[in-house]
């Protein structure tokens, strides 16, 4: 059963505008949610995650259990942000079992 | 600074061999984690170990085996190497209650 969600594979913007990048889940429970981000050429690693609460490089997203969201924006993109952005959900605090989106390529044009 | 290694980062293998992918962490994590990636797919969870000669499947388990015979290495074993195992493979690692996965840089497995 798909668990993550990402129906954007790819996602253009200009430099300076805002940028949403849409993550919806399916989980009855309550999982902890996760960006991951991989830049050309480097490892995967964690942008942020929705129990911390913080803004990075920018970035925030707000967990929506309504909604089972967990959108990731940024009100003013910058190139340095293109990359290829995952969602990840894990089931429970042990975090021993991860599911990723398929992801979205964000593109930032000059 | 956290390090997961991974043995290869291009190997190319023919159908039928029996395929190696090594992966040794120095965090002293006890979680490690065995991924394929592949465009549109994302990340798809083939294995996962939670200590020393324990696993537990993930997703996509079939063709693929895994050994952790000591905390900082988790091999993935493709028993039979087929076309469409074909993948970038990632290795990753996470402290018990941490949601932070450490990756490896990835092994590009060619099988022809």
């Known amino acids: 059963a798909q668990r993550v969600t990402q129906p954007e594979k790819l996602l253009s913007v200009f430099k300076g505008a805002p940028v949403e990048l849409k993550c919806n889940y399916s989980?009855?429970?309550?999982?902890?949610l996760f960006w991951y981000v991989q830049y050309s050429r480097q490892r995967l690693q964690l942008l942020l995650r929705?129990?911390s609460r913080e803004s990075i490089k920018g970035f925030t997203a707000d967990l929506n259990k309504g909604e089972t969201s967990f959108h990731l924006k940024k009100p003013f993109a910058q190139e340095e942000d293109s990359a290829m952005y995952y969602c990840?959900?894990?089931?429970?605090?042990?975090?021993?079992?991860?599911?990723f989106g398929s992801g979205t390529k964000l593109n930032v044009k000059p | 600074d956290v390090k997961v290694t991974q043995s290869s980062r291009y190997l190319v293998k023919r159908t039928g061999e029996k395929v190696f992918l090594e992966c040794v962490q120095d965090?002293?994590?006890?979680?490690m984690f065995w991924y394929r990636q592949d465009p549109g797919l994302g990340l798809r969870l083939i294995y996962f170990?939670?200590?020393?000669?324990?696993?537990e499947k993930g997703d996509i388990p079939e063709g693929y085996s895994v050994s952790r015979e000591k905390k900082e290495r988790f091999s993935l074993i493709l028993e039979s190497a087929s076309t469409n195992q074909t993948s970038m493979y990632l290795c990753?690692?996470?402290?018990?209650?941490?949601?932070?996965?450490?990756f490896g840089p990835g092994t590009r497995l060619t099988v022809t």
């Open positions: 929705h129990i």
């Open positions: 989980y009855s429970g309550s999982p902890e």
């Open positions: 965090m002293d994590h006890e979680n």
């Open positions: 990840a959900l894990s089931p429970g605090n042990n975090f021993n079992k991860f599911y």
């Open positions: 170990s939670y200590d020393v000669k324990m696993k």
């Open positions: 990753a690692s996470t402290p018990t209650g941490s949601g932070e996965q450490y």
